[in-house]
């Protein structure tokens, strides 16, 4: 009877909807899907950004306002996390804070990702001395030694430009060259495939060889560094401002706030000042790299889910 | 003379190689120095009349791929010289090129790795037209998708398909349905077979034989199999270490291969016919030399049963012996 019935539906779906098959991405977007810890990481992730992109609208205390009255308070009703040193409410910080270290490691892995792809895929792509010249370049620009040159620039650029602008440049500046040897290294063992000659033979032009052939079947190596680069960017800018090299300090950010527990008093008595950007920092990276994992294990082929 | 020559040629020939080389160069050392050069192709003439199929033979390695890839120009030639339809393409460029490939089309070997994963099968089989024909409809274009897909023996669905859904057979005929898309002069066909079950081989290379009539199409085939190159070929040429040792109507060279390597190949190829008989069959010693270090003289000698001592010196070229029979052999000077 079953087997009858079975039958039928075979027959009749063909014909009721139209069978169009599923991309390799719809396909790694349902094994991602069924991810749980990708899947949790994913929400809280959006949650936190919506709630640090809507912060104007949640808190009402002025983020930068010094209160002299209010310094050093625990949490109560009226403070969740009570306030630091300077009479500011640790809760409105780590919203905005959350805006500018999401911003920061947003950005700077956007602009990575393009300066990276682009060197890379040229080197890759055309090889010989356009690869020589590129890949030399690169090596350059990753021996750059990274802390002198952040603080270097800062010093020069300082009160130029905004202070968030010139770090966002800077990683981002030296930042590029591990992702362009990626895609380079990916490139050359994906062109070796006959469909590139193929795609040569029917009159692709370079540019469109890498754009439609080559990089869409590099693309799943750089999400996943992508979201490696994300937590990267945000702990490099974390770290940066925790020196006091990073954004400026009247700008909240997860860093900053946590530079003040360099005061022993901070550290030892007012726990609440510094724990919850420390544990919102781990908590995001945790959950960048949950998702990163997550894209993997749905872009590889072999894992079934 | 020239210019006769081209002249009486014309309504013949679609494609002329004249002593095309195609040499890698091998970097070593530390400032990569080339240290020297593999002859992949060294030397190879042949002509493919409009309409007819020349089918290249020859062990692995003796440069039957590279030599198809050097006409298309997906490898830059060393030396040598292509003309194609009248016109010299071994130096052209950009545009030209382009222009050119839109009549030279080639199906590749491998069914797995000729088809990108990441398109569907309509997209692939359209993209040619796309590129040539930009401002056509996008319905037209379906259309003619659509038709080449029915041509090649695939259902219409197989549009919306990735080419991961398919077999290898399927597959082959999707990567003809995008070499026909053009509708090109000359296919060059790269071992369409060799990665198929001989059951399926049967059926692709029914189906080129018929979408050369409909489409009166020429083929150069590459393939190492002698009797699918019998089947499929007017013509076949023998290649040995890069150069062509005979070329002549397949009838010949089977009835009366006269170059020894020509002999002894088609001594090796199991004959159902006589089974049972004791076959007089010549096996051939050693290995094939390097092509990074071919033997002097005709590349053969070191292996042929009729060597003889001006072989090592003499590198012969290839002569017209019989009536459409041409051959390099020291033998018949």
């Given at each position: 009877m079953e087997v009858v019935h079975n039958k039928d539906t075979q027959t009749q779906s063909p014909t009721t909807k139209p069978s169009k098959s599923l991309s390799p991405w719809a396909m790694a977007r349902r094994k991602f899907m069924r991810n749980k810890l990708a899947m949790i990481s994913l929400v809280y992730l959006i949650i936190l950004s919506i709630l640090s992109f809507l912060a104007p609208f949640i808190t009402t205390a002025d983020v930068t306002l010094v209160n002299i009255g209010q310094m050093s308070l625990a949490p109560s009703a009226e403070h969740w996390f009570g306030t630091d040193t300077s009479g500011r409410d640790v809760f409105t910080r780590l919203l905005y804070g959350g805006r500018v270290s999401l911003f920061v490691g947003l950005s700077c892995t956007t602009i990575i990702l393009f300066i990276g792809t682009l060197v890379g895929s040229i080197a890759g792509y055309f090889g010989g001395t356009v690869d020589n010249l590129l890949m030399r370049f690169t090596d350059f620009m990753l021996n750059f030694p990274f802390l002198v040159f952040v603080i270097v620039l800062n010093a020069i650029l300082f009160g130029i430009v905004s202070g968030l602008w010139v770090l966002i440049g800077v990683l981002s500046i030296l930042g590029w060259g591990g992702v362009a040897r990626l895609v380079r290294s990916k490139i050359l063992a994906e062109k070796e495939?006959?469909?590139?000659?193929?795609?040569?033979?029917?009159?692709?032009?370079?540019?469109?060889?890498?754009?439609?052939?080559?990089?869409?079947?590099?693309?799943?190596?750089?999400?996943?560094?992508?979201?490696?680069?994300?937590?990267?960017?945000?702990?490099?800018?974390?770290?940066?401002?925790?020196?006091?090299?990073?954004?400026?300090?009247?700008?909240?950010?997860?860093?900053?706030?946590?530079?003040?527990?360099?005061?022993?008093?901070?550290?030892?008595?007012?726990?609440?000042?510094?724990?919850?950007?420390a544990l919102i920092l781990i908590m995001t990276i945790l959950s960048i790299n949950f998702i990163g994992e997550g894209i993997k294990e749905a872009l590889n082929p072999k894992s079934f889910r | 003379m020239s210019i006769t020559e081209n002249k009486s040629t014309k309504t013949q020939n679609l494609l002329e190689v004249k002593d095309l080389k195609m040499h890698f160069p091998v970097k070593?050392?530390?400032?990569?120095?080339?240290?020297?050069?593999?002859?992949?192709?060294?030397?190879?003439?042949?002509?493919?009349?409009?309409g007819e199929t020349l089918g290249l033979v020859g062990e692995s390695g003796c440069g039957k791929s590279t030599t198809g890839r050097s006409i298309l120009r997906l490898l830059n030639p060393s030396a040598g010289s292509v003309i194609f339809d009248d016109q010299d393409i071994t130096n052209v460029n950009g545009k030209k090129l382009r222009d050119i490939r839109k009549d030279i089309q080639m199906v590749f070997q491998d069914p797995y790795a000729s088809l990108n994963p990441m398109q569907m099968v309509g997209n692939i089989v359209s993209e040619p037209i796309k590129n040539y024909y930009?401002?056509?409809?996008?319905?037209?274009?379906?259309?003619?998708?659509?038709?080449?897909?029915?041509?090649?023996?695939?259902?219409?669905?197989?549009?919306?398909?990735?080419?991961?859904?398919?077999?290898?057979?399927?597959?082959?005929?999707?990567?003809?349905?995008?070499?026909?898309?053009?509708?090109?002069?000359?296919?060059?066909?790269?071992?369409?077979?060799?990665?198929?079950?001989?059951?399926?081989?049967?059926?692709?290379?029914?189906?080129?034989?018929?979408?050369?009539?409909?489409?009166?199409?020429?083929?150069?085939?590459?393939?190492?199999?002698?009797?699918?190159?019998?089947?499929?070929?007017?013509?076949?040429?023998?290649?040995?270490?890069g150069?062509?040792?005979?070329?002549?109507?397949?009838?010949?060279?089977?009835k009366d291969p006269l170059h020894p390597y020509t002999q002894a190949l088609i001594s090796a190829v199991p004959d159902a016919s006589n089974f049972g008989q004791k076959r007089e069959r010549i096996v051939l010693q050693g290995d094939v030399p390097s092509p990074?270090?071919?033997p002097s003289g005709c590349p053969f000698h070191t292996r042929c049963p009729k060597a003889m001592d001006k072989c090592s010196s003499i590198k012969p070229q290839l002569k017209e012996v019989k009536p459409g029979q041409h051959v390099a052999c020291i033998l018949y000077d």
């Amino acid at each position: 009877m079953e087997v009858v019935h079975n039958k039928d539906t075979q027959t009749q779906s063909p014909t009721t909807k139209p069978s169009k098959s599923l991309s390799p991405w719809a396909m790694a977007r349902r094994k991602f899907m069924r991810n749980k810890l990708a899947m949790i990481s994913l929400v809280y992730l959006i949650i936190l950004s919506i709630l640090s992109f809507l912060a104007p609208f949640i808190t009402t205390a002025d983020v930068t306002l010094v209160n002299i009255g209010q310094m050093s308070l625990a949490p109560s009703a009226e403070h969740w996390f009570g306030t630091d040193t300077s009479g500011r409410d640790v809760f409105t910080r780590l919203l905005y804070g959350g805006r500018v270290s999401l911003f920061v490691g947003l950005s700077c892995t956007t602009i990575i990702l393009f300066i990276g792809t682009l060197v890379g895929s040229i080197a890759g792509y055309f090889g010989g001395t356009v690869d020589n010249l590129l890949m030399r370049f690169t090596d350059f620009m990753l021996n750059f030694p990274f802390l002198v040159f952040v603080i270097v620039l800062n010093a020069i650029l300082f009160g130029i430009v905004s202070g968030l602008w010139v770090l966002i440049g800077v990683l981002s500046i030296l930042g590029w060259g591990g992702v362009a040897r990626l895609v380079r290294s990916k490139i050359l063992a994906e062109k070796e495939n006959e469909y590139i000659l193929a795609a040569i033979s029917i009159g692709c032009k370079p540019s469109k060889v890498i754009m439609k052939h080559l990089l869409p079947n590099v693309l799943t190596t750089v999400i996943v560094q992508a979201t490696i680069l994300f937590a990267g960017m945000i702990v490099a800018e974390s770290g940066l401002s925790y020196l006091g090299f990073g954004v400026p300090q009247e700008v909240p950010s997860w860093g900053n706030m946590l530079s003040a527990s360099q005061q022993p008093n901070v550290l030892q008595n007012m726990p609440w000042v510094w724990v919850p950007p420390a544990l919102i920092l781990i908590m995001t990276i945790l959950s960048i790299n949950f998702i990163g994992e997550g894209i993997k294990e749905a872009l590889n082929p072999k894992s079934f889910r | 003379m020239s210019i006769t020559e081209n002249k009486s040629t014309k309504t013949q020939n679609l494609l002329e190689v004249k002593d095309l080389k195609m040499h890698f160069p091998v970097k070593g050392g530390f400032f990569r120095r080339t240290i020297g050069n593999v002859k992949a192709v060294d030397g190879v003439t042949f002509d493919i009349k409009k309409g007819e199929t020349l089918g290249l033979v020859g062990e692995s390695g003796c440069g039957k791929s590279t030599t198809g890839r050097s006409i298309l120009r997906l490898l830059n030639p060393s030396a040598g010289s292509v003309i194609f339809d009248d016109q010299d393409i071994t130096n052209v460029n950009g545009k030209k090129l382009r222009d050119i490939r839109k009549d030279i089309q080639m199906v590749f070997q491998d069914p797995y790795a000729s088809l990108n994963p990441m398109q569907m099968v309509g997209n692939i089989v359209s993209e040619p037209i796309k590129n040539y024909y930009k401002n056509k409809k996008e319905e037209e274009m379906k259309e003619e998708v659509m038709e080449l897909l029915n041509k090649v023996g695939l259902p219409e669905d197989a549009y919306y398909k990735y080419a991961h859904e398919f077999s290898g057979g399927q597959r082959q005929r999707i990567g003809i349905a995008r070499a026909l898309a053009l509708r090109p002069k000359l296919i060059i066909a790269d071992e369409p077979v060799s990665a198929l079950d001989v059951s399926v081989q049967s059926q692709v290379l029914n189906l080129l034989n018929e979408l050369q009539d409909e489409f009166d199409l020429t083929y150069l085939f590459i393939a190492h199999d002698l009797s699918v190159v019998k089947h499929m070929s007017d013509r076949i040429g023998v290649m040995y270490l890069g150069n062509v040792v005979e070329v002549a109507d397949k009838h010949s060279i089977y009835k009366d291969p006269l170059h020894p390597y020509t002999q002894a190949l088609i001594s090796a190829v199991p004959d159902a016919s006589n089974f049972g008989q004791k076959r007089e069959r010549i096996v051939l010693q050693g290995d094939v030399p390097s092509p990074e270090n071919p033997p002097s003289g005709c590349p053969f000698h070191t292996r042929c049963p009729k060597a003889m001592d001006k072989c090592s010196s003499i590198k012969p070229q290839l002569k017209e012996v019989k009536p459409g029979q041409h051959v390099a052999c020291i033998l018949y000077d």
